[in-house]
């Protein structure tokens, strides 16, 4: 089999993406209308969220589901030595932080700097929902953000011939991590990939 598909990025398949609802966890789709820009990553986009089973919505591009990280860059209020702390990645943000200067010992209290976290779980970019699409491999996820995503990825994994086509930078295939490029884990992959396919079809004919 070879695989010889256009050089996509992850961003094409950004459009329309499967996520678990953050009211009830069941299958919602955050809708994405891309500027002009997508590289590296998109600008000037309009995004919305719908929830076909509890029906939440939410038009306003700007609201963020997904986790925070909170950050203290300043001089101590004692010493003037520097401090320098980040929190770990939460979805309820608070304002205030005690913190213990490492150079006098004296202890005060911050008022944080909240900004949107990445985070090593799989999320839509846009609102940072939970992606429906996601499953569990020798302890690694692979995940996707909709059906065309799924079968353009499962096309490349089960391929033994892939052509380079011009790959750039941004290339979805470019970007993959090296455990889904080995030959030796195409199988269970392919079979992953086809039991999330099944799964996802008869989530979405009930």
Not at 104 to 122: F, G, N
Request: aromatic share 12%; with cysteine; charged share 25%.
């Amino acid at each position: 089999m070879r695989f010889d598909q256009p050089a996509y990025s992850t961003v094409h398949f950004s459009e329309e993406i499967l996520v678990k609802c953050p009211a009830c966890t069941e299958t919602g789709t955050v809708k994405t209308r891309l500027g002009q820009y997508i590289y590296p990553r998109p600008i000037h986009y309009a995004t919305s969220f719908n929830c076909s089973n509890c029906n939440l919505k939410n038009d306003d591009d700007q609201e963020w589901f997904g986790y925070y990280i909170g950050r203290v860059k300043r001089a101590c209020g004692f010493c003037g030595t520097m401090i320098d702390y980040t929190s770990k990645p939460t979805k309820e943000p608070y304002e205030d932080v005690n913190l213990e200067c490492g150079t006098c010992k004296r202890e005060i209290e911050y008022s944080l700097q909240w900004s949107r976290a990445k985070v090593p779980y799989p999320v839509d970019p846009y609102l940072g929902i939970a992606l429906w699409l996601q499953v569990e491999v020798k302890g690694k996820q692979l995940w996707c953000y909709n059906l065309e995503h799924l079968r353009y990825l499962r096309e490349y994994v089960a391929a033994k011939v892939r052509e380079d086509n011009n790959r750039h930078k941004y290339s979805l295939i470019r970007n993959l991590p090296g455990w889904v490029k080995l030959a030796r884990n195409r199988k269970q992959l392919v079979r992953k990939l086809n039991k999330l396919e099944i799964n996802l079809l008869k989530t979405l004919n009930k």
